[in-house]
């Protein structure tokens, strides 16, 4: 089993064992690669030995699923090993939240004023990304931006809702990052099509 909250990783180490027939050249497959990486992608398991195979769970929607990660001889084609990972993610604490109606078929631009939440940091400027977990709908320009603390400075929202129909809302989260990629904050963004 492996859980996260939706943006952030958690990482797992499994064990794999070659088995008695020669050294194995694997590949590794995972039916959900946007959220779940096995790392190495190649292995080389040994003779009768053991290998470790790591697993990075970084979700992007709430919920709960099954993923399966499979290890494939490169030579052979078959497949060596075969994993049924239970998956969870959980919404993280969303701190704003902002709500947009627009156009069904349209792409609209929102300002939103970010201010650097730290009065003080060992740091005189601190950076902050922007990612979401809506890609195709959803855009920052600029997608970082350097502040010194209790600074504000705009962030424009590109909202691209060609693909929606009126009548539709879609939720987005916003993930707010430090300069190491640790989550700040989470934000939120409900997109209504008229």
Excluded at 4 to 10: E, K, L, T, W
Excluded at 62 to 84: E, F, I, M, P
Aim: proline content about 6%; glycine content about 6%.
């Amino acid at each position: 089993d492996m859980r996260a909250v939706v943006g952030q990783a958690s990482s797992t180490s499994l064990a794999v064992a070659a088995g008695t027939a020669g050294q194995r050249q694997v590949v590794c497959y995972s039916s959900n690669p946007a959220e779940l990486q096995p790392t190495p992608a190649q292995l080389k398991l040994p003779a009768g030995g053991i290998t470790a195979l790591n697993l990075t769970f970084k979700p992007w929607r709430a919920g709960r699923q099954w993923v399966r990660v499979h290890l494939v001889d490169t030579g052979t084609k078959q497949v060596v090993h075969a994993l049924l990972v239970a998956t969870e993610a959980t919404l993280p604490p969303i701190s704003r939240s902002f709500e947009v109606e627009l156009q069904a078929g349209s792409v609209v631009q929102r300002q939103i004023l970010y201010t650097n939440p730290y009065t003080h940091t060992a740091q005189t400027v601190q950076c902050f990304k922007f990612t979401t977990n809506s890609p195709w709908l959803l855009s920052f320009q600029p997608g970082v931006l350097d502040l010194a603390p209790r600074d504000s400075k705009p962030l424009t929202l590109m909202i691209d809702a060609r693909l929606l129909k009126a009548g539709v809302v879609v939720q987005a989260l916003v993930f707010v990052q430090d300069e190491l990629g640790r989550q700040e904050e989470c934000l939120g963004l409900l997109v209504r099509c008229l």
